[in-house]
């Protein structure tokens, strides 16, 4: 990956994402790079109004009932969460941004993202405030829920379940439609820095996913 801009060493890993067209996307600084996933060339470069803190893939509904939904089918899009409360969706091909700007739903930086079902994405903050998002919506938040106390440092989604950790070691999970939470976990080590959802083998208590 010879020539690809720096990321900050402070970074974690919800400043990295890959798509499914094989791209890896990370933040550098106020700016989003792109690298090709089978050779590590650069592909692009784009410029932020703010610092990028947090990136996913995710993907428009595809149905055209958005604003800025063409409707031509669902697309992947990179949704960056930024240090101005603001997100932002990049089209990874076209190395533009997209749609409207997210707003309204943080009043900190933008500190985690994590895709939902097509069409959604979901945003944490410096408050323990989760945010819930259509992507190339009207850039206004469907719902927001205070998910823990202080930061929340990364998030994984899976069904309406939203897998929230935070700078204090502590995991919840959300429920995206009725804002119930419950405490999971704690590390007991310091802050979560990375989660993710897996399924359990056939047999009893099979199909439950755990992260």
Do not use: Q
Request: aromatic share 4%.
């Amino acid at each position: 990956m010879r020539g690809a801009p720096p990321s900050p060493s402070w970074y974690g890993a919800r400043a990295a994402c890959a798509t499914r067209g094989g791209d890896l996307v990370y933040a550098s600084d106020k700016a989003v790079c792109v690298l090709d996933g089978a050779t590590g060339a650069v592909r692009g470069l784009v410029g932020t109004k703010a610092r990028a803190l947090a990136v996913c893939a995710a993907t428009t509904s595809g149905r055209g009932e958005d604003e800025n939904d063409d409707g031509g089918g669902a697309r992947e899009v990179v949704v960056c969460g930024c240090a101005d409360k603001v997100l932002r969706t990049l089209d990874a091909k076209k190395m533009a941004f997209v749609g409207k700007a997210m707003t309204g739903g943080h009043k900190h930086e933008v500190t985690a993202t994590c895709a939902r079902a097509p069409g959604e994405v979901a945003s944490g903050c410096r408050d323990g405030t989760v945010a819930v998002w259509r992507v190339l919506g009207n850039g206004s938040p469907t719902c927001a829920y205070k998910a823990i106390d202080g930061p929340i440092t990364c998030m994984a989604a899976v069904g309406e379940v939203i897998a929230v950790g935070g700078a204090n070691g502590t995991v919840c999970a959300l429920n995206a439609r009725s804002g119930a939470t419950h405490r999971v976990a704690a590390s007991g080590y310091g802050e979560i820095t990375s989660l993710a959802w897996t399924t359990v083998g056939a047999g009893e208590g099979g199909g439950r996913r755990i992260f």
